[in-house]
């Protein structure tokens, strides 16, 4: 009786041999994410908002005069955008967000200077990892000395000094920390819109004397953000 079912079961086991030879599985195969709805409410959570899961996300703040939630939805995106490249120094990327015509115009302190600020083009901004010459970008809080760096020294001190994607406050059109230096922002760009991600304080022992920020300006034009100025705020003297 036994060498009758020894048969079968050596025939069933070839022919599962050769069905998974020629109809192989990968059941390790990842299946492809869904489409994206493209309508406002659905879009990714900008980075610096949602955090990594084990951090807590930003607070978010706008100023009430702002436009309605899609516009101040497009600004945060294009601003989370831009943060992004600053974070990987993706210049190209960050190029292709500079304004065409006016550049774009970095300030060190919090106080605008339009006389003497320094506005690089975009192309500039493609190729700033090999640009070796040193420019003054203004002087020293305090110290008064010439601040004298190549762009990508200054992009270190003044613009990306700390992982502004991991802030704790977010402002639309709102100044989030501030101190004695003149905030004229939104009096010398009149026509624009700006993120402000600002770290209040590293430290309480330091009571806020530590805070710093990252202010993305720009300029819409149809269904664009351009970048047109990036101003750095700190404690000052």
């Not at 041999?17 to 990714?44: D, Q």
């Not at 899609?70 to 990987?88: I, P």
Request: proline content about 9%.
């Amino acid at each position: 009786m036994k060498r009758f079912l020894i048969f079968p079961c050596i025939l069933s086991l070839a022919i599962g041999l050769l069905v998974g030879i020629l109809l192989p599985i990968n059941l390790m195969e990842e299946t492809s994410p869904p489409a994206l709805n493209n309508s406002p409410n659905n879009f990714p959570s900008p980075p610096g908002v949602s955090q990594p899961e084990g951090s807590s996300s930003a607070a978010v703040s706008s100023s009430p005069d702002t436009p309605d939630p899609e516009d101040n939805f497009s600004l945060l995106g294009a601003a989370c955008a831009v943060n992004r490249c600053l974070q990987r120094q993706d210049w190209t990327t960050l190029a292709a967000y500079v304004h065409p015509e006016r550049g774009v115009t970095f300030t060190p302190y919090s106080t605008v200077d339009p006389d003497n600020d320094l506005t690089f083009t975009s192309e500039q901004i493609k190729n700033l990892a090999q640009d070796q010459t040193i420019y003054t970008w203004g002087f020293e809080d305090g110290r008064g000395d010439p601040i004298q760096m190549t762009i990508l020294q200054y992009f270190d001190r003044y613009v990306y000094d700390r992982d502004y994607t991991q802030v704790p406050q977010i402002g639309v059109d709102r100044i989030m920390t501030g101190g004695n230096a003149l905030e004229n922002l939104v009096e010398t760009y009149p026509d624009c819109r700006f993120v402000d991600f600002s770290f209040p304080s590293a430290d309480p022992v330091n009571d806020g004397l530590d805070w710093s920020s990252l202010k993305l300006v720009f300029l819409p034009e149809g269904e664009h953000r351009y970048l047109v100025g990036v101003v750095h705020g700190e404690w000052t003297i």
